[in-house]
């Protein structure tokens, strides 16, 4: 398995974008109105296994479980979630086509891939229960179950599903008629032949793209099927970590026989008692912002594994309704607003006063990400700001000045320290082979070392009123020196007409007041009206951002690949392509930073060094306060359901298969919660 | 007067000189009947009316009062540690969910969103009768109106309030305007169809046939009809301002964030007022003053401003 | 009439396709990189993105974009697929599975309100001034002065905490349409009371009511032949327009109630630019208006003989 998470890096990342939402924003099982995402990342790791080979055989076939707390209630047999409307709303039933979060969502419980992940993250087999290269990632060969079927709405079994399904699949993905340049960008990266098809299908008028079957597919594009059962990618070069593509929907399978029944037109725009099934669940109805309900597919090819009888999700508008809810017994889980946390914690009587659980912290690790070459809305240069950013003491004033603790405490008011983070890495992504954590080195490395979490209580171990002071006179005195006039005007974005945006955007506005005082930086909030890529970031009018980022794989890569500069592909990259426009220093400073990940990215044959490395990349890069670190999200819920048993792998789209899920019809406490936790954490495999 | 002088002249005896008397002179008609007046008369007579008038003044005086004696200013900020306190003598109303005190935002939100009604209801109603009244009399012109009606009626407000948003941006002046681009629609089809209904009637066939210049026609002849109706529509106009100004801060394209309204302040309420129902009954209350005061004195003006109601 | 009816259905044709262009056009005016959403604009490369409008049409020049949408439209009667709210689903269909389920709960409602209404109306100005038109005033004033937002919360804690009320809306359980119904019609209930009772009062001063009271007519007579039936006039206008837009839904109650109607389609589909989407619906919202307008006309004309459409009856 270690190689494999090596093997595995690179690829899909998962963001949010800034907001913090809270305790209020939307009920269910997604707290945060996340997009999840995914990003190519070249393959800067090849290197990393060449010339090695390996088949990758998995017997540990059923996901590794967290004990059980017996809390006294049954598992529940229906379970009954509830999804906030619009914006969440699955938008198609084709797999094929989807790229958005809030469909995978779905459609992953009624389609499998080849491959799938573990509560870790870790890939596990799927249809496939074999595979691997012989040649460092040129060819892959993967070898499939051979007791999968395809079933109908009604759990009619239809067809077997054959490696010939897969080839459908990615040959629908290709052809540009069908599947309209959706999800083509893994499969051209990686898979020879792809690119070539592509354009082929493009050449041809609609309704002959449309008509084409796989001959021609076959003949161009680097897949075979030697049998039924076995299947074989050719990649364009050596790509060591493809295998991790195959729990992506571009590779997943479609039933040939069906999309002959229902013509390929209809495969386009099919309805749920039109597709055949091959994943955990079938669709058995539909109603489009109100309710979707799941039943469970008797024929699914994992016998031992735990499924509902039946998912039922319902469309909600509000956190309130989703409350109700709650109360009335309907759903299985909600995420409390702060009215509703506040009447239940006050209340020691009250009927969920002990089912208030903090859920595991969110995999996004936000920091605060400066613009160092601000525009304003006139177009113009904002040389006040960016002039004020280039200087090292200025940021180190944010650094050692900044306490979010207030901030922290509108996602969670009761030990909003708890979520404090001190590195650009969220804790929990990686171990040495003694145990530390990754982010222990990176502390380490940092004079005022890591944050006291005994008690959940102690502040940000960054903050430092002295060292405040000292950057903040040195910062003035420069910057007075180089005509920039005080207070600094901070320009920070949030969503028109979203209040939990606007309420944390008061709050910071008063973080900012007493942290750094209204002399030195004044905080403006504003807002954009629905896209802030077009309205915000690509005229650069924000000064900075607070961004969240989750690990696709374990390791440090993943984190500070997104920070290099100039990198192509750079989670971040766009925010500072225009560093040297801005600032000959931080160019610099970033120059350096980027040589430093190179190296520790260099180092593949030892783990602990690489890790020694990354984390020597990371405090240069918190020495010269090139970001502030944040926070990871710790929400309130009252649930049934322990989370912990559920997929926790953002890529792909794995998470938020309803498989294996430990629930109970009793509401789990705080102390289940506890015990969750420690079982899930202690269960890590930790190679 | 030439009749006059001959009468003087032919019967002389039959007549006596009267005095001249600048008072008689002056005398006209066979009352002392003043429109206006009457319309003034009448709604003072609606007891109920006049003192929500006189109350929704006094609030609306108090709002500055208010602001003026209110323990924390409006830019109070935010501090969780006085979340969702209940009115109490040191937060008259309370504090909200970031433990800002609520007084002085009812109060500030009070205003603005009278502001902005009282604007909008004004200039519906300026726009709204001038076009209706044109559009309803003069035939040949009704198709053309009909049409930039429909075509204007027919785009949903949605897409032009996100347009707008999207386009020039979010600010009191901006609401204001874009409500009034679209809110006379309305008003003037009200206005049109009373117009055509009372266009043709008698008096104003033989009105026309006397050569009366159209604006008479419609100022003096059909105007004092439709007033009852236009008043309607303006005090309802108010209410519905708050409201769709709530609704579209729901969507995300209402006022700018720096301008608190009370629609603001009840959305937010929604998700509270189980919990915490004073967030919610204050702005309602203001809000429901100001509607109630507008939908009576209305009524009564209403009432009071038809003429076949005077005698 | 035959021929007024005819050239003013042709006017009306053109009206639509001038509100669709208008829209069309509109919704072209905003960048591109609203085609997209958050995630993808950082997941996307340039290229990808414009091979992404290539396949949808979206980089054809204006006119032409404007020439295939109503080609399309002619020839296959075809409004385009939906992008974003159902992918490669056609618009006509998208609008088709929900405006059914908006013009039930909208059809329900306006008959309970028009009948609700108007009777309220009617003994507003029987017994105007008296404890009923009170107890109707503050029954409209309530629902006027309350917004929507907040009238619809409170119906729907009401109506499922303590009524034990469906609190969502559900096709498999017909009671679940009670609360949005009662959103629905509060509001509609209020207004034709209040339209009626204001005609109403404004006729029963008018002189041929004192005639008939002189001929010696009974209150009830008088109010049934003459005041309400002069009174409905004005009313009637709106009523077609009322029915045919039923099909629009509510945004604020199918929102609330998770209702899988027309109401909150544009609004999604404007949010996630889904311009196919968006056309398709005002070409509907706008052909529906028109249409209730005109039968709103004919409807006037039919019952009060006085009112002429067509020029001939009048000067000017």
Known sequence: ?687 | MNNMNQTQNNEDELFEFTEYSAENAERIGYSDYSYWKSVLQNFFKKKAAVTLLVIFFLVLIFSFVALKIAKYDITMEPDSSKAFISPNSEFWFGTDNLGRDYWSRVWFSSQISIKLAALVAIGECIVGVTIGCVWGYVRKLDRWFTEVYNIINNIPTIIYMTLVALMIGQSFIIMAITLIAFGWLPMARNVRNLVMMYRDREYNLASRCLGTPLHRILIKNILPYLLSVIILRLSLSIPSTIALESTLSYLGLGLDINTPSLGILLRNARGYFLDYPYLLVFPALIVSLITVTFYLVGNAFSDAADPRNHV | MLKYTIKRLLQSLVTVLIVVTIVFLLMRMLPIDYYFTEEQLMKFTEEQKQEQLLQAGLLDPLPKQLFNFYRQLITKFSLGDSRRIQSGVAVTKVIATRMGISMRLGVISLGISLVLGVLLGIAQTRFKDKFVDGIGTAYIIFVNSVPSLVSYSLVLVFGSRVLGLPPLYSTRNPVSITLPIVCLSMGSIAGYALWTRRYMVDEINKDYIKLARAKGLTTKQIMIRHVLRNAFVPLAQYLPASFLLTIGGSLLVERFFSVPGMGALMTDAIARYDTNVVQGCVALYASLGILGVFLGDVLMMLIDPRIKLTGNGGTR
């Open chain 1, 1 to 687: 398995m270690r190689k494999s998470k090596i093997l595995a890096m690179a690829l899909v990342s998962v963001l949010t974008i800034s907001s913090l939402t809270g305790c209020g924003g939307n009920p269910n099982n997604n707290t945060n109105p996340t997009t999840n995402q995914t990003t190519t990342s070249g393959g800067s790791n090849s290197e990393t296994t060449s010339g090695s080979s390996e088949t990758t055989t998995s017997d540990n076939s059923s996901t590794p479980k967290a004990p059980v707390v017996d809390n006294g209630g049954e598992p529940i047999k229906d379970l009954v979630m509830t999804q906030s409307q619009g914006s969440h709303e699955c938008e198609t039933l084709n797999w094929l086509y989807t790229q958005t979060g809030s469909t995978s969502e779905v459609l992953t419980n009624l389609v499998d891939g080849l491959l799938s992940c573990d509560v870790y993250g870790n890939l596990v087999p799927a249809i496939a229960t074999e595979w691997g290269t012989e040649d460092g990632g040129l060819t892959w060969t993967f070898k499939l179950r051979n007791d999968v079927t395809w079933v109908d709405v009604n759990g009619n079994k239809m067809a077997d599903c054959t490696a010939q399904d897969f080839i459908t699949g990615l040959e629908w993905v290709l052809n540009a008629a069908k599947n309209d340049a959706n999800n083509t960008s893994m499969p051209i990266d990686l898979i020879s032949g792809a690119k070539e098809y592509y354009d082929y299908t493009k050449s041809l008028p609609t309704e002959e793209a449309m008509a084409l079957d796989t001959t021609k597919f076959l003949e161009i594009v680097g897949v075979e099927a030697p049998d039924d059962y076995t299947l074989i990618y050719h990649c364009i070069t050596e790509k060591p970590y493809f295998d991790s593509v195959a729990t992506y929907n571009c590779l997943y399978p479609v039933s040939a026989a069906m999309i002959e029944q229902i013509t390929p037109q209809g495969f386009k725009e099919v309805s749920n008692d039109q597709l055949w099934y091959n994943g955990c669940y079938r669709l058995t109805s539909f109603i489009y912002n109100n309710e979707k309900v799941m039943e469970k597919n008797e024929s699914y090819w994992d016998k031992d594994c735990t499924l509902f009888d039946s998912v039922t999700v319902k469309m909600v508008e509000g956190s309130d309704v989703s409350y109700q809810l709650y109360q009335a017994g309907e759903i299985d889980a909600v995420g409390l607003n702060e009215s509703q946390f506040s009447t239940i914690y006050n209340d020691p009587n009250h009927e969920y006063y002990n089912n208030l659980v903090e859920t595991y912290p969110s995999k996004y690790a936000y920091v605060v990400h400066f613009n160092y070459n601000k525009r304003k809305d006139d177009g113009t240069d904002d040389t006040n700001w960016n002039t004020a950013i280039s200087n090292e003491a200025f940021r180190q004033a944010w650094y050692y000045g900044l306490d979010f603790t207030e901030y922290m405490a509108r996602s969670n008011p009761l030990n909003p320290n708890k979520q404090t983070l001190d590195t650009f890495t969220g804790r929990g992504l990686c171990f040495t082979s003694d145990g530390t954590d990754y982010t222990t080195l990176v502390t380490d490395l940092l004079d005022h070392g890591s944050t006291d979490r005994s008690d959940g209580q102690g502040k940000a171990a960054r903050l430092n009123a002295e060292k405040f002071a000292e950057a903040k006179a040195q910062a003035m005195a420069e910057l007075t020196e180089q005509g920039v006039t005080f207070p600094v005007q901070a320009d920070y974005f949030i969503l028109s007409g979203s209040q939990t945006s606007l309420d944390a955007a008061e709050v910071l506005k008063k973080v900012f007041s007493q942290c750094f005082g209204d002399d030195f930086i004044q905080l403006n909030i504003r807002t954009y009206v629905s896209n802030l890529t077009q309205e915000v970031r690509n005229p650069r009018l924000q000064s900075f951002f607070i961004n969240g980022w989750g690990a696709d794989y374990a390791d440090p890569q993943n984190y500070l690949g997104q920070m290099v500069y100039p990198g192509d592909n750079a989670f971040y990259a766009q925010y500072y392509e225009n560093v040297p426009d801005a600032s000959a220093d931080v160019q610099a400073v970033f120059e350096e930073f980027t040589g430093l990940v190179e190296e520790a990215d260099k180092i593949t044959d030892d783990l602990d060094k690489r890790y020694a490395a990354f984390a020597e990349a990371e405090a240069f890069m918190i020495n010269h306060a090139l970001f502030v670190p944040v926070f990871n999200q710790i929400n309130f819920k009252v649930t049934r359901i322990n989370h912990f048993s559920t997929i926790n792998a953002p890529f792909g789209i794995q998470p938020n298969k309803y498989k294996n899920w430990e629930t109970s019809t009793v509401a789990y406490t705080a102390d289940d919660y506890a015990a969750f936790e420690a079982a899930y954490e202690a269960g890590r495999p930790t190679d």
